[in-house]
């Protein structure tokens, strides 16, 4: 059977991303759940923003999905994220093939990945004691700044480094 035609359980993505310094090391927390299942993932860059890390948190969590055509419910506390799509900012910006737009790479990214599923997306207060937006919270900051106070090095994060040199 097409696994497009298939009924399989909705998914929640939970994401956050974070920035010490915004621009400074930074990170992002993922936590999906799927039918009594949980996946966490993280990383971190040396030189980002918390809007790239918020960014890079969904599409993380979207590309780990394993079939096409899933139920997504996404839940992040950046307005940024959240406001691009359900407000229709994304579909101007792509009209326009993001001329002079910051993340593009990154938006560039997503697009594919939104339109092989059903997602939607809500905004949640963040530091407000949702346990998952918590915990990808201490993910998103662990993966970033956390690194780099225990003296770890991460990787650049060359769609940062291009949009700062006027590369966007």
Not at 70 to 75: F, G, S, T
Request: hydrophobic content about 40%; proline content about 4%; overall charge positive.
């Amino acid at each position: 059977m097409d696994a497009g035609k298939m009924n399989f359980p909705p998914i929640f993505l939970y994401t956050d991303g974070a920035a010490s310094g915004n621009p400074g090391p930074g990170g992002y927390g993922v936590v999906l759940k799927c039918a009594g299942r949980e996946k966490e993932m993280s990383g971190g860059f040396n030189l980002t923003t918390n809007n790239r890390m918020e960014l890079l948190a969904v599409i993380k969590g979207l590309e780990a999905i394993r079939w096409e055509n899933a139920q997504v419910e996404v839940w992040s506390d950046s307005s940024y994220v959240v406001k691009a799509v359900n407000e229709g900012w994304l579909w101007n910006w792509e009209r326009t093939n993001f001329a002079k737009k910051k993340n593009s790479d990154l938006w560039k990214r997503f697009l594919p990945l939104y339109r092989k599923h059903r997602v939607s997306f809500h905004w949640i207060k963040g530091h407000n004691g949702h346990p998952e937006n918590e915990r990808c919270d201490t993910l998103a900051v662990a993966s970033g700044a956390g690194v780099v106070k225990a003296g770890g090095a991460l990787p650049d994060d060359l769609g940062y480094l291009a949009d700062a040199a006027g590369g966007v």
